[in-house]
């Protein structure tokens, strides 16, 4: 399959629904260049938007980025296009994350993966809001726990005891992000301010969310300040569902493919009309990130906060242009 089998529409919806993924700070780290001789399209990083002080190895770097994989997968399946991904295949150009090439043979007339994710990229949005007590069916969260494993990773819902010791964790971390001045002045400029023309990245205020008045829930303050004029408190649920996604090992493939898992994860809950956060803090230290999986087994990639509740205010997106690479490629073995 050439360039020319991608209707210039097809991208420009693909690439539409890539960059809706989510990212930390709302970075958007990502930059597209599709090669003109083979029509596959590479998902590059752009280094620029990367987090010096909170996301130091780069990890959650490459989950956001595997997000936005994901939902250039799901974009093409809707399209009835098979995908044929592949995560950092030339280590001679580190900058390539991945490429996602058409396959020969689309997806027949019955065959419907992703079945109804595609609409749900639009209507995921991060809700920093207080949710309901209304408990997840038991087959919500075995088809949550599949999404991530045909991405594979898993996906643990802990039980009460475990999640309080998680939202401890949290809660440390959050205290250490903000008494650390490198961190807490990165963080406060991803933060939109009220006056001037609204940044294509980043976060505006309205997208903050309160805080938990019961100081259970330690949800990030990206100000770093903890004001009650700027972020004033309100009770979240009492018993917040916690997910942990996990990975068996821990190279940048694995955290790429943390972040398609999460991201699959994500719209599966936002076409179940689940809300979702994420809790990234605690990830952010080595000593409490390790302490998150005591038993050793596998690497904790992320933790997911999921229930019923209000929409989030959506975060903006950066105008994306497609680059063209016309560079002559060898032919890839089927």
């Known amino acids: 399959m050439n360039s020319t089998s991608l209707d210039a529409a097809i991208l420009e919806s693909c690439v539409s629904a890539a960059v809706a993924a989510p990212s930390i700070h709302n970075a958007q780290p990502w930059r597209f260049r599709l090669e003109a001789e083979t029509g596959t ?3 590059r990083v752009a280094p620029v938007r990367g987090l010096r002080y909170t996301d130091p190895t780069a990890r959650a770097l490459h989950l956001s980025v595997g997000a936005c994989v994901l939902n250039l997968r799901v974009a093409l ?15 001679q150009d580190p900058g390539l994350f991945a490429t996602v090439h058409p396959a020969e043979h689309p997806y027949g007339p019955r065959e419907q993966p ?15 809001l207080p949710f309901s007590d ?23 819902f802990p039980e009460t005891a475990e999640t309080r010791r998680l939202l401890r964790l949290t809660a440390e971390a959050e205290q250490r992000n903000r008494l650390d001045a490198d961190r807490a002045t990165e963080s406060r400029r991803w933060v939109h301010q009220e006056l001037g023309p609204a ?40 018993a917040p569902v916690v997910a942990v996604l996990n990975t068996e090992h821990d190279r940048r493939t694995d955290w790429l493919g943390a972040g398609q898992a999460l991201q699959h ?9 689940l809300r979702a956060s994420l809790l990234h803090q605690a990830l952010e230290w080595p000593d409490l990130r390790r302490s998150l999986n005591p038993d050793h087994t596998g690497h904790a990639q992320i933790l997911i ?30």
């Not at 992703?114 to 920093?128: D, K, P």
């Open 199 to 238: 940044p294509d990245r980043g976060l505006p205020r309205a997208a903050l969310g309160p805080q938990d008045a019961r100081e259970y829930l330690p949800l990030r303050d990206f100000t770093a300040q903890r004001h009650a004029e700027l972020l004033p408190a309100q009770p979240f649920e009492a």
């Open 77 to 91: 399946a809707h399209f009835g296009l098979r995908a044929e991904t592949h995560l950092l295949p030339c280590p």
């Open 114 to 128: 992703y079945a109804g994710l595609y609409e749900a990229i639009r209507r995921r949005h991060s809700s920093r």
């Open 265 to 273: 994860v994500w719209l599966v809950a936002t076409a179940h009309g």
């Open 134 to 156: 209304r408990p997840l069916p038991a087959h919500v969260r075995e088809q949550l726990v599949a999404a991530a494993r045909s991405d594979g990773a898993w996906l643990g």
């Open 305 to 334: 906060r999921l229930g019923y509740g209000p929409e989030g205010a959506a975060s903006p997106r950066r105008a994306q242009s497609l680059e063209l690479d016309t560079e002559p490629r060898p032919r890839r073995s089927r």
């Open 41 to 43: 399209l590479q998902v």
